[in-house]
């Protein structure tokens, strides 16, 4: 049986600079592993996106809230494009 890891960062807020590669990002998604929630800077902001992990499974409507915007009137001038909807499992260390 898999052991239940304990969140020592439950309902903490991290914010982590320069965490769009190497120890930055090292540390941004060890935070989020343990429970918190982390703000990623980076002069980089790909770099940065890439990081950004929620650790997490989504939530239905967190998918279905971006289908909807998709489909509504809200996004008219979006004619094609392929928006990540992963809570930042892109995100390699
Ligand atoms: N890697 C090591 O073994 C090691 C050891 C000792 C010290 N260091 C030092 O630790 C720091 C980070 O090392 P690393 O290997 O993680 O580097 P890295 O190059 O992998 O990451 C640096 C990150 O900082 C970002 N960045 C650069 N300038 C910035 C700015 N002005 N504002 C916001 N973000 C900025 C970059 O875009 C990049 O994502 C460096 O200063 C390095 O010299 C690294």
């Known amino acids: ?27 941004a998604v060890l935070f989020a592993r343990e429970g918190a929630r982390v703000v990623v800077g980076d ?21 279905a ?3 909807l915007f998709l489909v509504s009137d809200e996004s008219s001038f979006i004619t094609g494009a392929a928006v990540p909807i992963d809570g930042g499992k892109i995100a390699k260390v």
């Not at 914010?15 to 590669?21: D, E, F, K, Y």
């Not at 002069?43 to 998918?63: C, F, S, V, Y």
């Open 1 to 27: 049986m898999k052991k239940k890891r304990k969140m020592r960062l439950k309902d903490k807020v991290a914010i982590i600079t320069a965490a769009g590669s190497g120890s930055g990002r090292a540390g």
């Open 43 to 63: 002069i980089d902001p790909k770099g940065g996106q890439e990081t950004a992990p929620l650790n997490r499974m989504a939530k239905p409507e967190e998918i």
């Open 65 to 67: 809230n971006l289908a």
